[in-house]
């Protein structure tokens, strides 16, 4: 018997890594079906609503979808001419930054010298190597054709969110159809509909989160002063949803322009200790407050998981990280066998809980 179990651990984990390995080789197929079922899961209960008020679900879901869409094509054309002047102005930005950060990076530059004459001495073979450098992708290049290949992804998700969304329950149905037994079928439509209302939930509460912190960024950059101030709270709109990383890199861009576009380095820390204290709040505060403890994750779980993905899939799989792992615990609370690693995965236990 436990022989019997080694082998079906074993198995268990040789498929998972094999599901791992499709999912990074085959990213250009599965990432579009990631996004069209966590958007069908986000905007079913919207449709169920307006099928109940007599809206055929082909309409409703065809109205969503189109609005999606609408929505990123105006964020699109309000920021196309800002994020192009931002482009251009980025050889003069990072010129600026290193002219005012000079007693820093000359220190740097002094200590890696040193280290390398150090190392040249050691090896005795500085003049009889020869380096072949590798000429990488430039910054703009590679963000163009990761955010390219993102679109096509995201159109392609975005169609099959749709007959997702317009077959109603068709794919509900045969789910329940697969078990024999009425038990079975009671608990598979439960755990389906808690699924879909946890990621709903927990997407669209973020969404509105995020577009408050993105208003509050942008009018606070703009009171101090910081260019693109416009600019700059879309992008703390979808940097947070990157946990742990957003916020950094946020609190990172502002900083430099902030020291390009201050004379004064004492007022130019205003703006990232304020981009800081905001984000801080938004995290400490109100997403818990709003999310409610049923949406609590453990924050080492979540800080893995966007890590995993993001190595997996770039910034788009560290954008879904947080959703994938919002639907992965809601099964495994809904699955006997997975409910340990359901609850590593839950936030921590109050003191008050233990009690009770």
Known sequence: ???????????AAILLLMIFATVFFAKDVVLPVVIGILLSLTLGPVVRKFRRLGVPAVISSAILILGFCGIIGTGVGLLGGSVSSWFDDIPRIEAEVRQKLRGLTDSVEAVQEAAEQVEEIASGEADSVQTVVVQQPGLITAAVSNLASFVTSLTVGLILALFLLSSGNLFYEKIIESFPNLSGKKAAL????EIERSISHYLLAITLINAALGLAVGLAMFAIGVPYAFVWGVAAFFLNYLPFVGGVVGTLGVAGFSIVS???ITYAVLAPITYLLLTSIEAQFVTP???????QLNTVAVFITVIFWGWLWGIPGALMAVPILVLVKVICDHVSSLSTFGNFL????????LQD
Do not use: H
């Open 262 to 264: 201050f004379d004064s």
């Open 1 to 11: 018997m436990d022989e019997q179990k080694i082998t079906n651990r074993l198995l």
């Open 346 to 353: 839950g936030a921590r236990v109050t003191q008050n809980s």
């Open 190 to 193: 439960t755990a389906v509909y």
């Open 289 to 295: 407050y709003l999310l409610g403890k049923r949406l």
